[in-house]
């Protein structure tokens, strides 16, 4: 009888998470702008389960509200929550740099 390649089992419980956190939270990105390169992730309304004040236009985001959560590559600590159509218009006034 031929042997059969198989890939390894893997942990259900772990691809299970994985495939929940990217969904309700959403999928990093990283963009290169003339500013440096910013990690950006959009948030679901479901995971969005707290109040955040933005940056662009200093309004709140209040919770159940589909918003972007961006920090600069390396500051994590710095994170900051926007409106999307707040950092979307931030992002016209700079330079997106090709990958």
């Not at 259900?12 to 990105?29: K, P, T, Y």
């Not at 590559?73 to 700079?94: F, N, Q, S, V």
Request: charged letters at 35%.
């Amino acid at each position: 009888m031929p042997r059969r390649n198989r890939p390894p089992k893997k942990n259900n419980q772990q691809a299970d998470e994985l495939r929940i956190d990217s969904r309700v939270f959403g999928i990093e990105i990283a963009e290169v702008w003339s500013d440096g390169n910013w990690i950006v992730r959009r948030i679901t309304g479901s995971a969005a389960t707290k109040n955040y004040r933005c940056p662009g236009c200093d309004h709140e985001i209040k919770p159940a509200t589909p918003h972007t959560l961006i920090y600069l590559e390396g500051y994590l600590d710095e994170r900051r929550h926007w409106h999307t159509a707040c950092w979307e218009r931030d992002r016209k006034l700079h330079e997106r740099l090709e990958d």
